[in-house]
């Protein structure tokens, strides 16, 4: 994404993600013991539940030297096509133009999250691997505070990213296995070598690599500034604000639910990829 001459500066970017993070933080007391069944405001914004972002995600890891992963490039995420590849420096499934391209923002963490993947992961898989659609995929990390007692979410991502970066065929099949087993909010996550188990369940190459970069957590402080990044911005291409996780985009149309069965719907979420494909 291009940065223009009015962009905030990094103090400003600083003091609004902190603004955002307040009233985020107000609006999870609200919605904390109504996560089914729910209705989402905002005219059809994602569902905003279990998101406390705090300061650190701003301040963690300020003056530490940051690593920029070199496959996650599509504007902070990972783009799969056909076959289920990852788009590379030296690879490029090339799609037809005309297929739908889904965006999704996810926290490892995030129920609702988990709610939207786990019925709709094998369908999306079939569609990428066929190549009926791309598919990008953007870690955030939002809920260390709140919904873990081990700092799980940013350790996921930071997972996440490591196996897009040294294995990126894989970082589908690790994605879905992540929310296969997410912990529950309130917990301990998985520690790091079970973290790095899932990445050889995955059938990653190159697991030694990717179990260093998950113990040493070598993207924690990038997942931090992807995450402030689109607080502060809109969804490229679009004039959508990630309020929240998941927050699916289609086509440049974001896919919107009034209740956690709508949700976790195959049949609807497919009708709107069919819908946002035909505009």
């Known amino acids: 994404m291009t940065p223009n001459q009015n962009r905030p500066t990094r103090s400003e970017q600083r003091e609004q993600a902190r603004a955002k993070a307040r009233e985020l933080r107000e609006q999870h007391k609200k919605n904390e013991k109504r996560k089914r069944n729910i209705l989402f405001a905002g005219g059809g914004a994602a569902i905003i539940a279990a998101i406390a972002i705090v300061s650190m995600v701003v301040v963690q890891g300020a003056n530490q030297v940051q690593l920029t992963p070199k496959n996650m490039s599509f504007n902070d995420g990972i783009k799969i096509g056909l076959e289920a590849k990852a788009f590379t420096e030296t690879q490029t499934p090339a799609p037809d133009a005309d297929v739908p391209n889904i ?4 926290d490892y963490q995030c129920p609702i999250c988990r709610d939207f993947e786990n019925p709709n992961a094998s369908q999306i898989e ?6 009926s659609v791309t598919l990008e995929i953007h870690p955030v990390s939002f809920l260390d ?14 997972a ?12 589908l099949a690790y994605n879905n296995l992540l929310f296969a087993n997410q912990p529950d909010e309130g917990t301990a996550g998985p520690d790091n ?3 790095a188990d899932r990445a050889k ?29 689109i607080l502060n911005e809109m969804v490229p291409g679009t004039e959508i604000k990630m309020g929240g996780t998941p927050t699916i985009v289609v086509n440049g149309k974001q896919y919107a639910f009034a209740t956690a069965e709508e949700l976790a719907s195959p049949a609807r979420f497919a009708q709107f990829v069919q819908e946002a494909s035909a505009n």
């Open 145 to 158: 505070s709140r919904a873990s007692l081990n700092q799980y979410s940013s350790r996921a991502g930071n």
């Open 201 to 229: 369940e995955a059938g990653v190459s190159n697991l030694e690599q990717i179990t260093s970069c998950i113990n040493n957590k070598s993207f924690g402080s990038w997942v931090e500034s992807a995450t402030t990044r």
């Open 103 to 106: 965006v999704m923002y996810v």
């Open 126 to 131: 079939s569609w990428v691997k066929s190549g």
């Open 193 to 195: 070598a079970e973290l």
């Open 160 to 171: 996440a990213i490591c196996v897009a970066e040294y294995s990126p065929n894989s970082f």
